[in-house]
């Protein structure tokens, strides 16, 4: 899932595909590289960062949208919290709802998602962005993620959304403390045995420099290593800026798997599969 972001302070890269052509010409290459979605966000949601109107948002999206949609044959995510945007989304056409407030932030997202039949995104996130890494809190990260997802997964059914449809994502770096955002990782396996798909979105995030001294610029090989530790949990989608590494990390653990097959993971289409093509994201 590649990350096309026309926002001005989105915390990797804002600014850099404000211009639509940019943008369009990113989201191709991506594809190029191996990408099987394309996900397109016009509000950062980095630690801090300010509330946007639906008016801005759709201002910044709506120039994007349909060449975009038009330029790339695989599936395209929206990444939103605010059911106008995506009604708006919708009548251009997209294929997935990416939600970081897991349906919570806006009581009309499930019923536009609901109505367009798309698979939805529901992502752990404690707080707000604005707010979230003041100070967050857990007792026990695994299992308070793993609660809050499943109650986030009754609330899209109750609103009408079909539970095959729904994806999970721990929501790294999203109210998460160093060791729970390494504690999560390790509990991937456990994640992925909830019953639902899984997307992890590590790529670049401020965890990874904390490890590794890196600057944010500089944190491709750390990213690649959660790319991979994905795969073999079986986690379905990495969500990445840089779908290039990803893919030539993809192809090379499912050469070595291949070769290996009693320590093979992901045979159900998951990231660890020898073809993201084969991605089983449909939509509506």
């Not at 995030?205 to 491709?220: I, P």
């Amino acid at each position: 899932m590649a990350v096309i972001n026309v926002t001005p302070d989105s915390f990797s890269d804002g600014g850099v595909s404000l211009d639509p052509r940019s943008a369009i010409e990113a989201a191709v290459a991506a594809v190029e590289a191996g990408a099987a979605l394309i996900d397109l966000g016009a509000v950062s949601t980095r630690p801090g960062a300010a509330t946007v109107s639906a008016a801005e948002e759709w201002r910044r999206l709506e120039p994007v949208l349909a060449p975009l949609r038009a330029a790339v044959p695989v599936p395209l995510s929206l990444d939103t919290t605010c059911g106008e945007v995506l009604a708006r989304a919708c009548e251009v056409g997209v294929d997935v709802l990416n939600d970081t407030s897991a349906l919570a932030d806006d009581p009309q997202l499930a019923m536009v998602a609901a109505e367009a039949g798309l698979p939805v995104v529901l992502m752990h996130r404690q707080g707000t962005p604005a707010h979230m890494q003041d100070d967050p809190r857990y007792d026990d990260v695994v299992s308070e993620v793993v609660h809050e997802l499943q109650a986030a997964v009754e609330r899209a059914v109750a609103a009408g959304i079909d539970r095959s449809q729904l994806l999970l994502d721990p929501g790294m770096g999203f109210g998460k403390r160093l060791a729970d955002n390494l504690d999560l990782l390790g509990a991937l396996p456990q994640l992925c045995a909830l019953g639902q798909r899984l997307v992890l979105g590590c790529s670049r995030k401020a965890f990874l420099g904390a490890v590794s001294g890196a600057d944010v610029h500089d944190r491709e090989h750390g990213t690649t290593v959660t790319t991979v530790l994905a795969a073999q949990a079986g986690v379905d989608f990495v969500r990445v800026h840089d779908a290039r590494a990803a893919c030539q990390a993809l192809a090379v653990l499912a050469a070595v798997t291949d070769r290996c097959p009693r320590g093979r993971r992901g045979q159900d289409g998951s990231a660890g599969s020898t073809s993201t093509a084969d991605a089983p994201v449909q939509g509506g």
